[in-house]
């Protein structure tokens, strides 16, 4: 065989004439032409201060919150003046104070005080963040009440979204905790208002933007209840280990996920006893535009 034809059967079995080659998905000036950032986010179920051996010490929470070295934070179980398991105190902003970081709390309850004059008592959801926040809003979603007896499912806040800017780029981040009871069924109810709140950040033509959800969902990836958030969110950890309970975790129902574009580099599940939760933490990387 002469030489130059058996060298351009070479070059074409290798793909380098382009001839019948067809090149990568992200080839051209496809996905390998996009800038991406990194951003760490973290989810965490703090139990209001209270470790795995029961005792409330909020200098912990923010010791272990600390050692995530995140940009920003999903919390759930935060007293703000809630009662005396955790002294009464706003959790919301001493954890932010400690931590040097900005803070948006968004109660599911918010409740007269015990004594006139003092403030609400209110517990909720939060989201801690090192970067600007440019907005943040408490949405509603379908809850089952644990301060009323015999409740309906209805509509009640603590769904936070909290747009942060990450390298000149808004990020929207939410934080949310889900019904807790064996029965599905409201956790189904939740699952759908969360996709419809997510989806009115998106245009008429169906553009979203980046999108990162947290939080504590109380069932396990492959729970049927959650399969609808699949279908617009990557799981950041599907292989990591359990987060529930904290001294030796059996399931894993915490959560960071990402909207389509955001890359998922790493996941952990730290080991801290400072609440009966173990975190979630993910690098993530932004999509910013092209080069």
């Not at 996920?257 to 952990?268: D, F, H, L, P």
Request: with cysteine; charged share 25%.
């Amino acid at each position: 065989m002469p030489l130059r034809r058996r060298l351009a059967q070479l070059l074409l079995a290798a793909g380098m004439l382009g001839l019948t080659a067809t090149p990568p998905a992200h080839a051209g000036s496809g996905e390998r032409d996009v800038r991406y950032g990194p951003l760490r986010v973290a989810s965490y179920n703090v139990h209001a201060g209270i470790g795995q051996d029961g005792a409330f010490d909020i200098q912990r929470t923010a010791e272990a919150i600390r050692a995530l070295d995140a940009d920003v934070v999903g919390l759930q179980e935060l007293d703000v003046h809630w009662d005396q398991r955790s002294e009464w105190r706003n959790l919301a902003n001493d954890l932010a104070r400690s931590l040097g970081m900005r803070v948006y709390f968004a109660p599911i309850y918010s409740l007269d005080p015990a004594t006139e004059g003092n403030p609400r008592r209110e517990y909720g959801v939060a989201v801690l963040s090192r970067l600007p926040i440019l907005s943040a809003g408490n949405h509603e979603i379908t809850r089952l009440s644990t301060q009323v007896e015999n409740p309906a499912p209805a509509p009640a806040p603590g769904f936070a979204e909290v747009v942060v800017r990450a390298h000149g780029v808004p990020v929207h981040v939410y934080t949310t905790h889900l019904d807790y009871r064996p029965d599905p069924a409201v956790r189904k109810a939740q699952v759908a208002d969360t996709r419809r709140i997510m989806a009115e950040d998106c245009d008429r033509r169906g553009r979203c933007p980046h999108q990162v959800l947290t939080g504590d969902f109380n069932a396990a990836p492959d729970a049927p209840e959650l399969a609808p958030l699949w279908e617009r969110l990557a799981d950041a950890g599907p292989a990591i280990g359990g987060t529930y309970p904290a001294d030796a975790p059996r399931q894993r129902i915490d959560y960071v996920t990402a909207s389509k574009g955001i890359r998922v580099r790493t996941a952990a599940v730290p080991d801290t006893l400072a609440s009966d939760h173990r975190p979630i933490v993910a690098d993530l990387r932004v999509p910013l535009g092209r080069r």
